[in-house]
């Protein structure tokens, strides 16, 4: 996948540059998120804390609990943060930065894997010998790994390591460098001023 998205965007360059365009053209490259890796050996059963046959789960980096009327649900979060690289919490108790408590196919309790781990059950990993491997993403956007790229070249943009910015601000600096007001929206117009000429 890398050396098919670098052989397309050395066409792109390419055709800018034998049409003397290149230096004319503000050119952006991003990717939505980026990856940790992760490994048979970085696994935490949630089988002793989790009564399957009462609480349904949402297997992911963040793992969702979906436990019946009657269950204790402030057991179950006690039970499951007592395990290694988890953090169990009502969806209301999750941090505001996180954006993630007020949408109703949110479960109800929210269990947050650190980074490069995986929560799973014995029974999916005896049928799925392989897994996990390689990389995921869906961890807290805190941890570096998981940082997507913003790389950008052109007239209309400063050069050199401009610091983070947030994907949310990528909307303000295009719109910026074509030269028309952005709608309103969720991003900081300071990172724009930052990154334009």
Known sequence: AILEADAALGVLLDGL???????ATDIVVVSDHGM????????????????YETVDVDWGEVVGLWPEAGVDVDALIARVSALPHLTAMRKADVPDRLHYSDHPRIPPVVVLVDAGWTASSQSYLDRNPERPSGGAHGYDNVERDLHGIFLARGPHLRTGALGTLSTVDVYNVLAGALGVTPAPNSGDPAVAARVLR
């Open 17 to 23: 540059r034998q049409r003397g365009r290149l230096d």
């Open 36 to 51: 940790t890796a992760v490994s048979r050996e970085r696994v935490v059963l949630l089988d002793d804390a989790v009564d």
